[in-house]
């Protein structure tokens, strides 16, 4: 007899973000996003390590069923990441699947504009 098949309910998101350039000393990433562990859009909601000079890592279990839409910021709301066009781009969202590496590029912030 087979054994039952269980249903995953939870997933994996694994965010992988690289910056053009370095950050300033002190400076982190941050995920903010419509989920508990993204810190319920709080801009520092959760803070990502930094792997290497211009590359910024760290991962959340969303569930399996949920769209999740997540920013890119520095901790606040003015230093949030632009798209190639300078602008402030929409949410991205993820959508509901199985494990996932999210990975995105930031050319510029918010707050290189003041």
């Excluded at 709301?77 to 590496?101: C, M, Q, R, V």
Aim: proline share 5%.
């Amino acid at each position: 007899m087979a054994a039952p098949k269980t249903r995953k309910t939870q997933r994996t998101a694994t965010f992988e973000i690289k910056t053009v350039r370095p950050l300033k000393v002190g400076q982190q990433v941050f995920i903010a996003g419509g989920a508990k562990v993204l810190g319920n859009w709080r801009a520092d909601g959760l803070p990502l390590t930094r792997m290497g000079e211009n590359l910024w890592a760290g991962y959340a279990i969303l569930p399996v069923t949920e769209t999740v839409e997540y920013k890119i910021t520095l901790g606040d709301w003015d230093s949030e990441a632009l798209d190639e066009n300078g602008i402030t781009p929409g949410n991205f969202a993820l959508k509901p699947g199985g494990d996932i590496t999210l990975r995105h590029i930031v050319g510029t912030w918010k707050s290189d504009r003041a």
